[in-house]
C-alpha cells in the first residue's frame, strides 16, 4: 500500500470515523476502528494469553495488543505503515515502528510470536508473499497467530479503496479477504503449518508454526 492511500485510515483513528474497504464489485467490508481504538476485549486477551515470548504485531494499527502484552511483560514490538497508527501506540509507552513488513524488521528469524490480527492476513493482496515474509522473521520454533474472516470458505484477492461514510476515497490498493480454509494452503505454500484452529464469539483464529504437521485440529 503506498503512503498516499493512507489518509482515510489515519483520520478515522484520529477521530473514529466510520470505515470500510470498497471493492470493484461495490462491496463493502468493514472496519472495526472501534475496537482497534479501544482496550482489548475478551477476545483479544485470550489471543494474547498464548504469546509466551517476545511477540511482534504485524499492523499493529493504534497498538491495543502490544499494550497489553507489555502489562503481561511479555516484551512486544509493533509494525505499522501509518505514522498516526504508530504515534498512538507509542502514546500507550510501547515501542512501534513505522514500517512495511517486507522492509528490514529488527530481530528477523528471532521472533518466537508474530501476529497478523484484525484481517491482517490480507496485506499487500497476496497471502503466500505474506507469510512466506513472515516465515523468514520467526524463530525456529516460533509461532504465528492469524486472525481469519468469519467466513470459512472465503478467498479474495482484491483490489479496494476505503469507504468513508458511504464515500468511496483514496487511490486503489491490493488486499486479501481469507478464510481458515483458504489460509491452510496458504500457509503450506509458504513453508508453514496449521497447529490449531479456534473460533471465540464471532471471530476466528489460527496457529501456525514453521515446523510441519500432519494434520490440522479445530476447536470450536
Not at 88 to 112: M, Y
Request: proline share 6%.
Amino acid at each position: 500500500m503506498r503512503a498516499d492511500s493512507l489518509a482515510p485510515y489515519e483520520s478515522a483513528l484520529l477521530d473514529q470515523t466510520p470505515l470500510g474497504l470498497h471493492t470493484a464489485g461495490g462491496e463493502i467490508i468493514p472496519l472495526n476502528v472501534t475496537r482497534w481504538l479501544a482496550p482489548p476485549d475478551d477476545v483479544d486477551r485470550a489471543v494474547i494469553e498464548r504469546c509466551a515470548g517476545p511477540t511482534l504485531d504485524v499492523g499493529c494499527g493504534p497498538g491495543r495488543f502490544v499494550a497489553a502484552l507489555a502489562e503481561r511483560g511479555v516484551p512486544a514490538l509493533g509494525l505499522d505503515i501509518a505514522e498516526v497508527a504508530v504515534e498512538l501506540t507509542r502514546r500507550r509507552g510501547t515501542p512501534a515502528l513505522v514500517r512495511d513488513v517486507f522492509e528490514n524488521v529488527p530481530g528477523a528469524g528471532r521472533w518466537p510470536e508474530i501476529l497478523l490480527m484484525d484481517g491482517n492476513i490480507g496485506i499487500g493482496g497476496h497471502p503466500v508473499r505474506l507469510l512466506t515474509r513472515i516465515r523468514k522473521l520467526l524463530s525456529g520454533d516460533g509461532v504465528v497467530l492469524v486472525e481469519t474472516d468469519r467466513d470459512d470458505a472465503v478467498d479474495e484477492q482484491l483490489q479496494v479503496r476505503f469507504n468513508v461514510g458511504g464515500e468511496v476515497v483514496g487511490p486503489p490498493f491490493q488486499w486479501a479477504h481469507v478464510g481458515i480454509d483458504a489460509l491452510a494452503g496458504y500457509a503450506c505454500a509458504a513453508g508453514l503449518s496449521c497447529d490449531d484452529s479456534w473460533r471465540l464469539g464471532d471471530r476466528t483464529f489460527v496457529s501456525l508454526s514453521v515446523e510441519r504437521r500432519s494434520s490440522t485440529t479445530r476447536t470450536t
